[in-house]
């Protein structure tokens, strides 16, 4: 019986750390209502290190692979990617990035780590953002660690459906579902500057924007 027990514990610690890695083992312990020690046990056991050393092991692997985008654009720091499958990235809001008036996260902060994190996933030499439908679900203040993961949902043709969903203490706080288009890498600087003709922006509102060899055209 407690055998039974313990592969079922370990069943649900590999599969909260698949969705967020940077709990640590006393919010582990809380959540599976076992003591601190028993998660260290349970760790070793399942061959997971301790949150520092899979926090460096991770970044280390994200930062080799990343293409599309410079690591300084990022906004926040890469964790974990796997090209035209998933990443994840994590963000701590600090007092100078919430409103005066309420304390509430500036939005965009969270928009823009969604958005940077899709970029980051898809596997080509640059990539630019056709369509992004967000939901704020739940405020966000100062001091929250913010856990992004993106994750493509499929391909159409020349673009990406990537779903991005960002979670602080494993509630959802904000989501969001992008269209990414990659650009051939000796086309970016052009592909930019027709799809700032597009719109102004370099964002088509409804629909995406692909570089088609004669410049920008919606598809």
Same mark, same amino acid.
């Given at each position: ?10 069943? /649900? ?10 709990? $640590? ?16 046990? @349970? ?11 899979? $926090? ?8 080799? &692979? ?5 690591? &300084? ?20 809001? %600090?007092? @100078?990035?919430?409103?005066?008036? %309420?304390?509430?996260?500036? *939005? =965009? =902060?969270?928009?823009?780590? +969604? ?7 898809? @596997?080509?030499?640059?990539?630019? %953002?056709?369509? #992004? ?9 100062? #001091? ?15 673009? =990406? ?23 051939? @890498?000796?086309?970016? $600087?052009?592909? =930019?500057?027709?799809? +700032? /003709?597009?719109? *102004? ?6 629909? %995406?924007?692909?570089?088609?060899? $004669? #410049?920008?055209?919606?598809?």
């Amino acid at each position: 019986m407690n055998s039974a027990k313990k592969v079922i514990r370990h069943e /649900r610690l590999f599969k909260m750390l698949q969705r967020n890695p940077f709990l $640590t083992d006393e919010q582990l312990a809380k959540n599976l209502a076992v003591s601190i020690q028993t998660i260290r046990l @349970d760790r070793l056991s399942l061959n997971i290190p301790e949150l520092r050393e899979r $926090t460096r092991q991770m970044a280390e692997n994200a930062q080799v &692979k990343l293409k599309a985008i410079d690591k &300084k654009d990022i906004v926040g720091d890469l964790i974990d990617l796997e090209l035209n499958h998933s990443g994840i990235s994590m963000l701590k809001i %600090t007092p @100078d990035m919430v409103l005066e008036k %309420t304390g509430v996260a500036r *939005g =965009y =902060y969270m928009f823009a780590m +969604a958005n940077t994190l899709a970029l980051a996933v898809v @596997d080509a030499e640059a990539a630019l %953002t056709g369509v #992004g439908n967000v939901k704020y679900k739940v405020p966000v203040y100062a #001091g929250a660690t913010l856990v992004a993961k993106a994750e493509v949902i499929r391909r159409e043709l020349n673009k =990406y459906i990537i779903w991005v969903k960002i979670r602080n203490n494993n509630e959802e706080v904000f989501r969001a579902k992008f269209i990414i288009v990659p650009c051939p @890498d000796e086309r970016t $600087t052009q592909a =930019y500057e027709n799809r +700032a /003709r597009c719109n *102004g922006n370099g964002l088509w509102p409804e629909r %995406t924007c692909a570089w088609s060899g $004669t #410049g920008c055209k919606r598809i």
